[in-house]
């Protein structure tokens, strides 16, 4: 199962970089999510001046050396970013044959606390690593954090290159949700007062699917 979802996403799912003179910097991960080139991310991972491009799986390779010197990136703008929720809405600016899944947007208020799923993303692209990584987990709670988003918490713990990228239901292989990293208790409720919060977790955590679909819904005419 996990083997055909990495399969099914490892070329919708690419790097994202910001441009920074004639250097691109790894920011994070994001996902293709509409057949004309929208893409879904964390919105944290950049910010609104910033240049960002993408660079999509190279296919056919196997083992992924350390020492890639060059990436092929491809410029992206960003088309609207819900800073409440979390999630920012990017375009390929041109057209890009990447295969890309149909109906990769799942029903993120039916999945159950216990549903198996998997994340996708390049973990340790901050440490020039650029291979795709999928983790195995099972959503262990679904919260409203203090603004009232809808989180998803799995029981994997995902590295910083994975942020902005999808969170899959085993079972219909779609997504439901977009990473965001490790849950931090006292930043989801919103308080501190001085007092003791809970420490480190081991639980990671992804914002519901359904704001990057109330973002798609305001491009179209």
């Excluded at 799986?57 to 088309?79: A, C, L, N």
């Excluded at 931090?184 to 992804?206: F, M, R």
Aim: aromatic share 8%; net charge negative.
């Amino acid at each position: 199962m996990l083997r055909d979802i990495y399969s099914r996403y490892r070329g919708a799912c690419t790097m994202l970089f910001r441009r920074q003179e004639d250097q691109a910097v790894f920011a994070g991960t994001a996902v293709l999510v509409h057949p004309d080139g929208y893409l879904l991310t964390a919105s944290n991972l950049f910010n609104p001046q910033d240049e960002l491009v993408v660079s999509p799986w190279e296919s056919g390779r196997g083992f992924v050396p350390t020492d890639r010197d060059t990436i092929t990136t491809y410029p992206t703008d960003t088309v609207l970013v819900n800073e409440e929720r979390g999630l920012a809405l990017l375009q390929l600016e041109d057209p890009l044959d990447i295969n890309m899944p149909p109906h990769v947007i799942g029903k993120p208020d039916s999945i159950p606390t216990g549903s198996s799923v998997a994340s996708l993303g390049y973990a340790f692209g901050y440490d020039h690593i650029y291979n795709q990584v999928i983790q195995s987990g099972i959503i262990s709670a679904r919260i409203l954090s203090g603004n009232g988003t809808k989180l998803f918490l799995f029981d994997t713990m995902i590295h910083e290159g994975s942020r902005g990228g999808p969170l899959v239901n085993l079972k219909d292989r779609r997504i439901i949700g977009i990473n965001y990293g490790k849950f931090k208790p006292h930043e989801a409720a919103q308080q501190s007062d001085g007092g003791s919060v809970s420490g480190d977790t081991n639980i990671s955590y992804a914002v519901s699917i359904e704001y990057g679909m109330e973002l798609l819904q305001g491009i179209e005419p």
